[in-house]
């Protein structure tokens, strides 16, 4: 179902990596942005303990965090030069619970409309050689233009 | 379309508040735990710069990780003693940007099966006396028996 | 949570009821329109065997339909009079079987932005009396301007 | 991301088949099922004026119907022979207006646990050669054993 994506901006990857590097949260996290393609960009999170919920998993929403980041680039990726990106919304499944040395979100685009882009993103917790996925995501991303405060 | 819930543990206040306590994300973000009542959890999280998106707002996997709390607390607070409750999915509406002195996010369970328990919940922007609805979530929680490593 | 809204086209109901009026696939179904208030649609439909799934309760799709068709409604009713309205995405709970009488699918608006409207929608069976909360909705809606191949 | 599953009923095919020819909802609409592999369903349903929503694509529900179905005899396919399958939720993204000779709906397995099972499911849009991706679900099926009066 994946399908190549031509970028409206040449300057797609220099774009996303400066959003990312604004992301305030990524940082207060630990996240890093591992990959920009035209239509998929990959974010990698080492495990931290400071970062989970009750049993010791990473917290579902510190995963979600990470994944809405990484499709929330991924269409940025493909929007032309005028557009900034929000998330209109998305839903996650956990499949299994977020634990390893390292979490790795991968956002793809499905369908770039002109406001809105459709992305699906996945979650795999990575040890050693081994990875499995963990979460599911499907999004909604907006395109928002003219709107001065809102830059990327 | 609120329902009352009788508690099935007499003792899911203290229960609910031990288990937030263990939440480290939670202290990590800086939410705390508001209200806890059978079938209802009420948490708050006062806005920091260094858990914002690229624009300011706050990031939405932020609120979401702090609504996904909310509803977890809200399923747990309505299940036996023997479970401990996992998010299975969810979904979330990002209504407007998240930004305001503080977050108010409260759960409510809406179905409350054996296994499976359902959820929504919405996240406030409060400044001042002024609040007002930025996030929408609908989210299934389970109730896990029987698993020792798994304990709420 | 709920707002009031003010109808930016004064003719929202008899445009909401011609529309639905054009929907084939509600009387396929046996779908009607009950209600119609601005940021508020209400559907019923008699339960049916020849739109049940394998175990005799009317099919999780067929639920959907009517839900989907609410909130399209809800949405629109608070749409001016240049929009159409499109389904951009809706994730619905299933919470117990939709077995009754008829069902009652009532559509609400929660956020209605210039582009998209974001609604929620429950269903109850209805038997005799009695009504319980079958389905849960949370759905976004898009105004759709400027493509004379849709209109409302 | 796809993964192959062993099936825990030798005759999952024909068990998915009986129940799918249960299913009146199917008849109702004209769907037939095309493919049963362990894991993976695909389902057709040729255009019906009769199914369409106002503007003449047929109904977002209809849509859901169809892969709502797929998706749930995909997780039926592995399941043990104790199990009947409920859609749980699902959540579904509109991604082009469903318009075509036939639709065709694909659901796969992602993740099968005893009690929940997490599928993916796309609609494509069958027009002579030419065929397009119009819909994607994320859905939550559940294996339900114990209850006669559900049987698969």
């Given at each position: 179902m994946t399908t190549r994506f031509d970028p409206?901006?040449?300057?797609?990857e220099p774009r996303v990596r400066a959003s990312f590097a604004r992301q305030r949260a990524m940082q207060t996290i630990g996240a890093q942005i591992v990959r920009v393609e035209p239509g998929e960009v990959e974010l990698a999170l080492p495990f931290r303990e400071?970062?989970?919920q009750q049993h010791g998993f990473l917290h579902a929403g510190i995963v979600t965090t990470l994944v809405d980041s990484a499709c929330g680039y991924a269409a940025l990726s493909v929007m032309d030069r005028e557009s900034a990106v929000l998330s209109v919304e998305y839903k996650v499944n956990l499949?299994?619970?977020?634990?390893?040395e390292r979490m790795r979100a991968v956002g793809r685009v499905i369908k770039a409309g002109r406001t809105l882009v459709v992305c699906t993103g996945e979650v795999l917790a990575v040890t050693g050689d081994t990875e499995s996925v963990v979460t599911l995501m499907q999004a909604t991303m907006m395109a928002v233009r003219g709107r001065p405060a809102l830059v990327d």
């Open positions: 409206r901006d040449p300057d797609f400071d970062l989970t499949l299994a619970p977020a634990l390893g």
